[in-house]
């Protein structure tokens, strides 16, 4: 069994944000790519209940090609959502939109590592202009 130090969530998260700062930017790594926007809105775990809902243009010279965005949930450990893939795909095949949605893959709180995952729902559309 794996212990989980009490810091677990803010490790994890200084981890995360490390990795992200150490990416290129958008700009560096999709030439191509002029413009982006994302609109973002996060559920809770049933995809019913909307917690939030985000819509911006982004910096392409400021945001890092690790492109994630944290879970809602304030307890979430190991999670959030990382939509670098879906991103890198879409600007490689040249598409105008990509939409989807993702599952957080942490644990719901630091009582139930290794049983209940967090599973908060962000569901994305990306746009883009070449
Ligand atoms: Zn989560």
Not at 96 to 120: F, M, P
Request: aromatic share 10%; proline share 1%.
């Amino acid at each position: 069994m794996r212990h989980q130090k009490l810091g677990a969530r803010a490790e994890y998260r200084q981890a995360e944000e490390q990795r992200t700062r150490d990416s290129a930017s958008l700009a560096e790594k999709f030439g191509k790519l002029k413009t982006l926007t994302v609109d973002l809105a996060f559920y809770n775990p049933e995809g019913v209940t909307r917690n939030s809902q985000i819509k911006y243009t982004v910096n392409l010279a400021n945001a890092k090609s690790v492109f994630r965005f944290s879970c809602q949930n304030s307890e979430c450990i190991g999670g959030d959502f990382d939509l670098s893939e879906e991103l890198a795909k879409a600007v490689a095949a040249r598409r105008k939109t990509a939409s989807g949605e993702l599952c957080c893959q942490g644990w719901r709180n630091k009582t139930t590592i290794d049983t209940v995952r967090c599973h908060n729902i962000l569901r994305y559309k990306l746009s883009f202009g070449y």
